[in-house]
Structure formats: C-alpha cells, structure tokens
C-alpha cells in the first residue's frame, strides 16, 4: 500500500492502523456507477480502499444529475464510468480504479468479479441482482445489497454460506419501471452499503447480515427484518452448504 | 379485534402511512391485507391479485418476520397486532 498519510488521521482512530491497511489491500466490485454507485464508490474512494473495479455500460444523461453526483454537466455523453474514474482520481490519488463500460452478463460476471474482495450491488435491476446473487454464492464472496424509489429505500448484506441469499429475500422481483427518486435517498442507501463494506473489510461493527434495512425517509422509519433462508429457494439451494 | 397496518413507500402514498383495521378473531394477515386494500378502490390492486392474493412481491414482516403472501392467510393475528406492509424497490 502506499504510505499512510494525515488523509486518514480521522478515521485510523476507528479501526487501527491494521485496518486502515486492510481497505489499502482490499479491492471491491460495485456494480453500477449510478444513484448508489455515487456514494458508495465515492465513500469507498476516500476511505482509501485501494482498488475499486466499476462495471456500467450507460452514459451520463441530463437527467442523471440530481442524483449521480460523480458525474457534473461537463460528462453528459460520456461513459459513466470514465466519469466515474475521472472524479474519484481527483478525490482520491492512491486508488486504483479498473473502469469497465460493460453490461454485466452471464458470461462476463465472472472474469469481472475476479479478485474482487466484496462485491457491492448498486444496480437498477434485479436481472443482474440475481446474476450478482449467484456470482457471490459460487465464488463466497460477499455481496452487499441495495436499491431506492422515492424517498425509500432497503439494504442488506449476504454472506454466501451464513445468511439467506437475494433470492430467499426477494423471490420475485418487483415490478420494473422507471422510478422517481431523490439523490438524497440514493445517498443514505449508498453510503450504508460503503458503510458496510467498511465494516467488512476492516473487521470492526456487526454487519447487516441476515437483515434487511427497510428506510423510509418520507416518514422517518427504519425497520430491520431478520430474515431467512427459504427451504425452496432454488438458487442459494445449490451453492450453499451451511444453512442457519 | 384492532390491527394496525404500516405501509412503506409507495404503499404509504395509496394505503397511508400508518392504518387501524377492525377484524374479527382469529383474522388472519389476509384478512386484514384485504379489508385495508378494500378502502381504496382500483389501486387495492397494488397489493392484490384479482384473485384477492397478495401479490407475490408484497413484503409483509409481522412480528420482526417475513411473511411470505402465499402463507398470509395461516397466519392469524392477535388483537393489537401491528404488521408492516412493504414493496421491495429495484432502483439504483
């Protein structure tokens, strides 16, 4: 890692200088640099994690901006996660930043996620949720989920072996449309999932593991659900062996 | 017996944020689900098939518990019962 600079005296407090080396050492794969990826690559970027890999294959659009804070008026039209990259250099000169203008596929997630320490879901569909879900089962590579509408929004994270997968949470999907949604909704649900994957990766805190975050921000409420694994879940069915 | 039924998101923009329903005993989460989507017309349909289910996407925690649709109708509620009603959202 590079050497620890004053950058991180706030935060060394917390979780040592050990931990503080292992964000240095960890890499991590989020998926989407969009409403979630903002906060989430940005929170993880200046924590100093030292290698993000961000896989989106849109482009910035006007209508991207009240939410998508890594990307300004000047990116509209370019590669979001060249915009992405452009903006974390500048928060951030130690990282390492592998930007991949892919869709993420069946035939690609592997080789995507390859060397990834946690895998973090910032995607707007539950198509590659799933795909992320089976990735992260096969492989035991954590995965921490989230997603927003409106003033609301859930997050969890999977532990593959320990606690239920995606599917046993949600084994339909809710309908797909396009959502309203406030930037500071993405903002509260992205930077718990960088608050999560902090968590992970420098060994400190009880993750959100085995319970869903359900936050309502129009109303103030958070409730926790603890849940599961289904006994029919036919996806975490074939990929785990010790089930709580 | 009295019920309360908490909506989330846009639940809570059809159903309200926070509502009493009145069943008899021995109601069961369906029951209940059923009387609330009652009160608000064609968007009951939010919450229920045309077959009076509970859509397959509908989070019901009762208890701290996930309530799976397909098993609210075993579930019977005890008066002063408070359970949540959330959709799953998908944006990022």
Known sequence: MSSITTRYTRQIP???REGQEKLADATVFVAGAGGLGSPVATYLAVAGVGELIIVDDDLVQESNLNRQFLHANL?????KVYSAAETLAALNPDLTLTAIPERITPDTVDSLT????????ATDNFTTRYLLNETALTTGIPLVHGAVEGFSGQMTTIIPGETPCLSCLFPHPPPEKETPVIGATAGVIGSLQAMEVIKYLTGTGRLLAGRLLIWDGMSGRTDYLSVSHRPDCCVCHKYTVSKS | MRITIICYARFRDVFGEESIVEVPDSAT???????LAGRVGPDADLLLTPEGLIRDYVMVVH??????????????????????????????
């Open chain 1, 14 to 16: 917390l979780f040592g």
């Open chain 2, 63 to 92: 208890q701290g518990s996930r309530i799976l649709p397909a098993e609210a109708g075993t579930i019977t509620l005890s008066d002063g019962d408070t359970f949540t009603l959330f959709p799953p959202v998908s944006g990022g």
């Open chain 2, 29 to 35: 989460i369906l029951d209940a689900v059923r009387l």
């Open chain 1, 75 to 79: 990116n509209i039209g370019m590669r």
């Open chain 1, 114 to 121: 390859d060397g990834a320490d946690i895998l973090v879901d």
